[in-house]
């Protein structure tokens, strides 16, 4: 009798045991469901109703606490989620204050005014754009000759006058100071390629050729070269400056090839100020030859 009795309560141990396992394994998987780092996390609305169905018993009070916390904390973020995206965001303004205004009036067909009294008018503003035009600017120095009796009567006085010619960029170059400044810009602040450059041009109604593009910005290069050579005084002479060296392919014409050559960036890390230095591969061992852009 004594062997039987103990034979079953060994049997009824090992079947606690097992129970007991597999409701730990539940409440672990619960718990990382609830409370872990999740993909795909669905917290329920009323946690009780999860708790009544679930294990009761094994929750303590502090872990139904953080339960209805957690879910509590994810119904308010779902509301909030819920009314952010329902609202329309607001569109900043364009600033035009600077622009020019160009006004165009529009009036009603078949309006008698001696009948109708006119109210404050309906305002509706448009963004345009007026394309760049190319024109040529013709300069005309009118000339004066003295009267033949004043030539004669004041010997000293100048025969002929005529107005000074103004400054231009280039000397006996049809390019202008505006032309030669946008071909520099679309360059070095747009990084158009000549190319692109002589066929916004030729849309334009000038055919220009590569050749008298590439004169025009060696010469205006060559001008720029004072200011170049100051800012490179600045920024050198400055206490604290930063250097950055970046690679860059340049064409070789004897070599019919590109070559690699270095870009040096130079910056005046107090003032701001920036100039650039190009040396090429074969001008490693002569950094004092520079190529200015």
């Not at 718990?31 to 009544?52: A, D, I, T, W, Y």
Request: hydrophobic share 35%; glycine share 2%; with cysteine.
């Amino acid at each position: 009798m004594a062997e039987s009795e103990v034979y079953k309560l060994l049997k009824e141990n090992e079947r606690l045991k097992m129970l007991v396992s597999s409701l730990e394994n539940q409440l672990a998987w619960l718990r990382k469901k609830v409370f872990g780092s999740m993909s795909e996390k669905h917290l329920p609305l009323n946690p009780s109703e999860l708790q009544s169905s679930l294990f009761p018993d094994q929750m303590s009070a502090d872990e139904k606490a953080k339960l209805q916390a957690e879910a509590q904390k994810e119904e308010e973020k779902l509301d909030k989620l819920i009314s952010t995206k329902s609202e329309k965001p607001s569109r900043k303004p364009l600033n035009t204050t600077k622009l020019p205004v160009k006004e165009e009036h529009f009036y009603p067909e078949g309006i008698n005014e001696r009948e109708y009294t006119e109210l404050a008018p309906e305002i509706t503003d448009s963004l345009e754009r007026i394309p760049a035009q190319v024109y040529i600017r013709r300069i005309v120095r009118h000339k004066y000759v003295l009267k033949s009796n004043l030539q004669i009567e004041q010997p000293e006085r100048r025969t002929f006058e005529f107005a000074e010619m103004p400054a231009l960029a280039i000397e006996k170059c049809i390019a202008g100071t505006s032309v030669l400044t946008d071909i520099v810009l679309d360059k070095f602040m747009y990084h158009l390629p000549f190319y692109r450059v002589i066929q916004k041009y030729k849309e334009g109604g000038v055919v220009l050729n590569d050749p008298t593009m590439n004169g025009w910005f060696a010469a205006t290069c060559e001008r720029l070269k004072p200011l170049y050579d100051k800012l490179k005084c600045e920024v050198l002479s400055s206490e604290y400056i930063q250097v950055d060296e970046s690679t860059i392919p340049v064409i070789d014409n004897e070599k019919h090839r590109t070559t690699k050559s270095y870009m040096w960036r130079v910056r005046d890390a107090l003032h701001g100020l920036v100039y650039f230095r190009l040396w090429l591969k074969k001008q490693i061992s002569r950094p004092e030859t520079i190529i200015k852009l």
